[in-house]
Structure formats: C-alpha cells, structure tokens
C-alpha cells in the first residue's frame, strides 16, 4: 500500500517553472514504479512522466520531453517533477502515482494515486 500526497501546484505565465512534489508513505514505496498524470478540463488524462523502482529509467509523454524532469529519492519518500518553459497547454490538475511492478512505464496500472494539485499557465 502506498498513500501519496502531492504540493507544489499554483499560478505561472508561459514559459516560467514550476517544481511540483510528491511525500509518499508505505513500505513498499523504495519498491514501486512512479510517475505523474494530469487531466485538463473535458479531456482524459494523459500520462506525463514515469519513473521506475531505482529512478534510473524515465519515460516522458512526447509533449513535455525537454521540459519536465521527473526525479525520485527513495530515501525521502519524495517524487519531484520539475516544469521548465510552461505552456498554458500545460494547465491541469497533476496527480502523483505509483506503481506495483516497479517499472514506470506508461502502459502498467497505476494502482496508486494522490488527490491531484492544480497547475495553471497564464499566457
């Protein structure tokens, strides 16, 4: 079981940064793939970054690759997304999520999930 609360989320205008966290809690969490979701309004949500077990293998969604930075530190429970050059398109709710099988990818089931923290870009 892994319970995970994200922060970070708030205002910026285009093309400013953003840092968002993720505190997890559970022992299986050192174990687990993570990752971050967004959903915008009327739309489904997209996958944006994942991380797997160690952090050492990343995936990223091709819209924010060169811009987000996904990052993990198993010894602090945390999981960080660092946005650079923020576009409005990047305006949503971001939700931090973890995994079982420890790989990270984008096609496994993400069983956990956080309640999500709103991003909004002002253009």
């Known amino acids: 079981q892994v319970q995970l609360v994200e922060s970070g989320g708030g205002l910026v205008q285009a093309g400013g940064s953003l840092r968002l966290s993720c505190a997890a809690s559970g022992r299986t969490f050192s174990s687990s793939g993570v990752g971050w979701f967004r959903q915008s309004p009327g739309k489904e949500r997209e996958f944006v970054a994942g991380l797997n077990w160690s952090g050492a293998v990343t995936y990223y969604a091709d819209s924010v690759e060169g811009r987000f930075t996904a990052s993990r530190d198993n010894a602090k429970n945390t999981v960080d997304l660092q946005m650079n050059s923020l576009k409005p398109e990047d305006t949503a709710v971001y939700y931090c999520?973890?995994?079982?099988?420890?790989?990270?990818?984008?096609?496994?089931?993400?069983?956990?999930w956080g309640q999500g923290t709103q991003v909004t870009v002002s253009s």
């Open positions: 999520v973890a995994e079982t099988s420890g790989w990270g990818a984008p096609q496994v089931m993400w069983n956990y």
